[in-house]
């Protein structure tokens, strides 16, 4: 599904190939399975890179981005890196709508990592179980849409980005339906790596 929502926003030319964990749970929604993640995604990097032009962290938590820029030479962006920064252009105050509550402060490391916490509003999140949640198209579509609102609302936000990788099409829903900013972390990162691409 990642995979696909990426290569709507490629131009004539590009590939995508996706890779997935061979181990590992299918949605990280806690600090242990995202540390946990971390050697799997830079192995399968580290391996892709041998026929790569760019290589993107489809995790929203961008598990192992560190790690490869510091062992390749190929552009890498990671999915929240790459979506704060677009959140964040022209200083607009940004916010998070996402389902998993306990890595809300990973979300907060992130943005000061990138020099960022003064423009950083927040996170909202959905109520229930995220898988389940992410399994049911409506219900997630109806949950996200609230904590966006909320975010643009109570917290003042002048954008919001629906923070997951498994929530890209909802990310696309909601963008085409809201009028206010609403930043989906796989497009920013294609967006991203192809402007690094350009600049090698």
Request: hydrophobic share 50%; aromatic share 4%.
């Amino acid at each position: 599904m990642m995979a696909g929502i990426a290569r709507t926003y490629l131009p004539a030319g590009f590939t995508v190939e996706a890779l997935t964990a061979e181990t590992g749970v299918s949605m990280i929604v806690n600090p242990q399975e995202l540390a946990a993640s971390v050697p799997g995604v830079v192995t399968m990097g580290l391996s892709a890179a041998a026929s790569a032009d760019g290589i993107i962290v489809g995790a929203f938590g961008d598990p192992g981005l560190e790690q490869l820029r510091q062992n390749l030479v190929i552009p890498v962006t990671g999915i929240c890196e790459a979506s704060m920064l677009e959140a964040s252009i022209g200083a607009r105050r940004f916010a998070i709508a996402t389902v998993t509550p306990l890595l809300v402060e990973s979300f907060a490391e992130k943005a000061k990592n990138l020099g960022l916490s003064h423009l950083y509003a927040g996170t909202r999140l959905t109520e229930g179980d995220p898988i389940a949640l992410a399994q049911d198209p409506e219900r997630l579509h109806a949950a996200l849409l609230d904590a966006t609102r909320k975010c643009f609302d109570e917290d003042r936000a002048e954008a919001v980005i629906i923070g997951g990788g498994p929530l890209g099409q909802a990310a696309m829903r909601l963008q085409q339906e809201l009028s206010a900013p609403v930043i989906a972390p796989i497009r920013s990162a294609v967006i991203r790596l192809l402007g690094e691409m350009a600049e090698i």
